[in-house]
């Protein structure tokens, strides 16, 4: 699989391709056996291959995916995040490094209705990086805050990981959402945090932006209506149990629609980009889930996650050590895979440990996606980086938003290492759910 990888093949198609040539050889060489029978093992994966990726892709609590993808779109043609981040921007500019508080703030804010974290960078650089860059922000920070803040659609929800994670993990999706909040919100305060005693620190390194006053604030407001309205509706109606993940994701993508076009601010050719957009990126999510089902399958005929968890609990060592050890495991593979091919790729063998080893399930899924966000901005890749490198292209060398980065990088490290031992702050809002 990682030499498929290594020489460029499509992790989709390396892990399919595995996956397939895999339950060949499980099925067709069975113990005993000297010789393989490549009919019979032809035969079994040609079975699977029909039947469960299809399956899977046909569910409904899938129908998510796009559904979220779709009022993303709606959302970003619509020019709400241009609202949000003019709105954080009136509010926080005088403050220390207020632009880069800003961005923190608009890129939250974002994730709460893109669900992804290219997605949020992508629109969050257009905006914050030239108005930084204006106001003489060091080029490392106005660059780094972005990219870094952008991983917040990851954990925010509604998360396209944690909708996925929790379908590959059959754990309850609207838990998953509901564990990602305050962590993606601690996140975020902890950015801020850090930016805020950098400025103070060094005035010239991120200059105080105009003073507006109270009036100017509170008109400002007006520009978080619709975003909080999509909020609401979806974890709104998740946390009342009025609707489930899916219902949600669907009046979301309705919200989006209809306060767009009610501020007349979508034409046919906006929304016809929208639902392009979301196709395409829906059928690069969907490519990615038939090959790991496919993966998924050989995992289980070969019994590997079985041994491993036997191996696992059998360790004379405490389990935080097997966990931090994954964590520079998903920090390495996160140097040249993207984090959704990297979830799919680990979880039939990761998860079983974790869950012999007594941790609760939905609270690693917001561990898992807090190391999948560190691989977003890790170099040498660090996709977000490149993304946001896309965006702004010659203005800022790439070696620079990768120095901007390092600082973000030690926060989240210290943010999982909060969350890891505090389980409670991922698991305090999915207990409620439950009562």
Not at 364 to 380: A, N, Q, R, S, Y
């Amino acid at each position: 699989m990682l030499a498929l990888v290594a020489i460029r093949v499509p992790i989709a198609f390396g892990m399919a391709i595995v996956g397939f040539v895999g339950m060949i050889y499980a099925v067709g060489w069975p113990q005993g056996v000297e010789e393989v029978d490549y009919e019979r093992g032809l035969n079994a994966a040609f079975a699977y291959a029909a039947i469960e990726p299809f399956s899977f892709i046909a569910s409904f609590p899938i129908v998510a995916v796009p559904l979220f993808l779709l009022m993303g779109y709606l959302a970003f043609h619509a020019g709400f995040t241009r609202d949000i981040y003019d709105t954080a921007r009136v509010w926080m500019s005088r403050l220390h490094g207020g632009l880069a508080l800003a961005s923190v703030a608009g890129c939250a804010m974002f994730a709460a209705v893109s669900g992804s974290s290219l997605a949020t960078a992508a629109a969050m650089g257009k905006l914050a990086v030239p108005e930084m860059l204006r106001h003489k922000y060091d080029p490392g920070l106005a660059t780094g805050v972005v990219a870094a803040s952008g991983t917040l659609g990851s954990l925010i929800p509604p998360s396209i990981l944690m909708i996925l994670y929790g379908i590959f993990t059959e754990e309850s999706v609207g838990q998953l959402l509901m564990a990602g909040l305050i962590p993606g919100v601690l996140s975020a305060l902890i950015y801020m945090a850090m930016v805020w005693f950098r400025a103070r620190a060094n005035p010239e390194f991120a200059p105080r932006g105009p003073r507006t006053n109270w009036g100017e604030k509170v008109v400002a407001l007006k520009g978080t209506w619709s975003i909080l309205t999509l909020f609401i509706i979806v974890m709104g109606g998740i946390y009342s149990g009025i609707v489930t993940p899916t219902e949600a994701a669907a009046a979301g993508a309705a919200g989006a629609l209809i306060l767009g076009v009610l501020a007349r601010r979508l034409t046919w050719e906006t929304t016809r980009d929208a639902f392009v957009e979301t196709a395409r990126q829906s059928a690069n999510i969907f490519a990615l889930v038939l090959g790991a089902k496919l993966f998924v399958g050989f995992i289980a005929l070969t019994g590997v996650a079985g041994e491993l968890t036997l191996w696992a609990g059998h360790l004379d060592i405490p389990p935080i050590m097997i966990l931090l050890s994954l964590s520079i495991i998903y920090v390495i593979l996160g140097t040249f895979m993207d984090p959704l091919g990297m979830m799919l790729l680990t979880l039939p063998v990761v998860t079983p440990v974790i869950a012999d080893l007594g941790y609760d399930l939905v609270w690693f899924g917001v561990i898992m996606v807090k190391f999948l966000e560190i691989g977003l901005i890790t170099p040498p890749v660090g996709l977000n980086v490149y993304i946001l490198k896309g965006v702004v292209g010659d203005t800022v060398p790439l070696e620079t938003i990768f120095k901007g980065i390092l600082w973000f990088l030690a926060m989240d490290i210290l943010t999982l290492g909060v969350l890891i031992a505090f389980p409670e702050i991922s698991l305090w809002l999915p207990s409620l759910l439950l009562r």
